[in-house]
C-alpha cells in the first residue's frame, strides 16, 4: 500500500463559518495530524487559533482533490453550507499531550446551542462549558451543589459554547421534545379558554364587569378587569 499524498493550501483559502466536506490535516514535527474532519465546520474561533500558532496552510490528502475544488467552486459562487452554531476551537500544538487530550474532547461531545435550554427546567444529562483543549461540568446530575440539574437563570450570559456527552445525545433530544410540547400545550390552553377583541369596541372611561386579559409570547397577563388588584381596575383606560 502507497505513502498517503496530500497537497498543500493557505488557510484564506478557506471561508470561516461554513462546513468543509473533505479532511484537513496539519503538519506537527515529523508526522500529519488530522485536524479537521469531513463535514465539520471552520470557525471564526479555529482560524483565530491558527493565526496564534502561526500555522499558514493545511494539507488536504490527494484522495480529497475533488470535493475541495467543489468547496472552493462553492466559495467564489457563494453557494457553500455555513454554519450556524459554535464549532469546536483548533488544538494547542506545541504539547503533544495537549493535542490528544483536544481530540478526545473532539470526538466524544457533541455541540448544542444554549438557546435550547430553558432557564429553570430540569435536565437530565451533565451540560459542559468547552474550553481550549478541554471541557467543565457546567450543570446536571453530576455536579455536586444545590439544584445541579436545573438550567442557571443566566444560562444565555454565559460566552464559552456548550457541549454534552455524544452517549448523552438521546437524552438531549427527549429534553427539546417535552419542552416542544410544554410550550405547545400552553399555547392551546390559550387559545382554547380565551378569545380575541378589537381594541375599538372597547370605549375609554367605560365600566367592564369581565376580565380583558394581553396576548403573550406564551399564556396572556391581566389587563384591566374586576380581578385586577389596582385603582379603577375595572375602567378601560383613556
Known amino acids: 500500500m502507497g505513502?498517503?499524498?496530500?497537497?498543500?493550501?493557505?488557510?484564506?483559502?478557506?471561508?470561516?463559518?461554513?462546513?468543509?466536506?473533505f479532511?484537513?490535516?496539519?503538519?506537527?514535527?515529523?508526522?500529519?495530524?488530522?485536524?479537521?474532519?469531513?463535514?465539520?465546520?471552520?470557525?471564526?474561533?479555529?482560524?483565530?487559533?491558527?493565526?496564534?500558532?502561526?500555522?499558514?496552510?493545511?494539507?488536504?490528502?490527494?484522495?480529497?482533490?475533488?470535493?475541495?475544488?467543489?468547496?472552493?467552486?462553492?466559495?467564489?459562487?457563494?453557494?457553500?453550507?455555513?454554519?450556524?452554531?459554535?464549532?469546536?476551537a483548533s488544538p494547542i500544538f506545541d504539547k503533544p499531550e495537549n493535542v490528544e487530550k483536544y481530540y478526545k474532547t473532539y470526538f466524544n461531545f457533541f455541540s448544542i446551542g444554549r438557546e435550547t435550554l430553558v432557564p429553570g427546567s430540569k435536565v437530565n444529562f451533565n451540560v459542559y462549558e468547552k474550553k481550549e483543549i478541554d471541557v467543565e461540568l457546567y450543570f446536571g446530575p453530576?455536579?455536586?451543589?444545590?439544584?445541579?440539574?436545573?438550567?442557571?437563570?443566566?444560562?444565555?450570559k454565559s460566552g464559552l459554547p456548550l457541549v454534552i456527552k455524544n452517549t448523552d445525545t438521546h437524552l438531549y433530544k427527549k429534553y427539546i421534545e417535552n419542552v416542544a410540547r410544554e410550550y405547545s400545550n400552553l399555547v392551546l390552553k390559550t387559545h382554547s379558554d380565551y378569545f380575541p377583541i378589537e381594541n375599538e369596541t372597547l370605549i375609554?372611561?367605560?365600566?367592564?364587569?369581565?376580565?380583558?386579559?394581553?396576548?403573550?409570547?406564551?399564556?396572556?397577563?391581566?389587563?384591566?378587569?374586576?380581578?385586577?388588584?389596582?385603582?379603577?381596575?375595572?375602567?378601560?383606560?383613556g
Not at 500529519?32 to 499558514?56: A, M
Open 3 to 21: 505513502k498517503k499524498k496530500y497537497f498543500s493550501i493557505s488557510t484564506e483559502d478557506l471561508k470561516v463559518n461554513t462546513v468543509l466536506n
Open 23 to 88: 479532511n484537513i490535516y496539519v503538519q506537527h514535527k515529523d508526522s500529519t495530524v488530522l485536524f479537521r474532519k469531513g463535514d465539520n465546520p471552520f470557525s471564526e474561533e479555529t482560524l483565530s487559533r491558527l493565526i496564534e500558532h502561526k500555522i499558514d496552510s493545511l494539507l488536504i490528502s490527494e484522495e480529497d482533490r475533488g470535493e475541495y475544488e467543489k468547496y472552493s467552486s462553492s466559495v467564489k459562487d457563494d453557494s457553500c453550507s455555513h454554519l450556524t452554531n459554535e464549532g469546536f
Open 142 to 156: 453530576e455536579k455536586h451543589n444545590r439544584t445541579t440539574d436545573i438550567v442557571p437563570d443566566d444560562i444565555q
Open 204 to 237: 375609554p372611561g367605560s365600566k367592564v364587569n369581565f376580565n380583558i386579559y394581553e396576548k403573550r409570547d406564551i399564556g396572556v397577563e391581566l389587563y384591566i378587569g374586576p380581578e385586577k388588584q389596582d385603582d379603577n381596575p375595572d375602567i378601560v383606560p
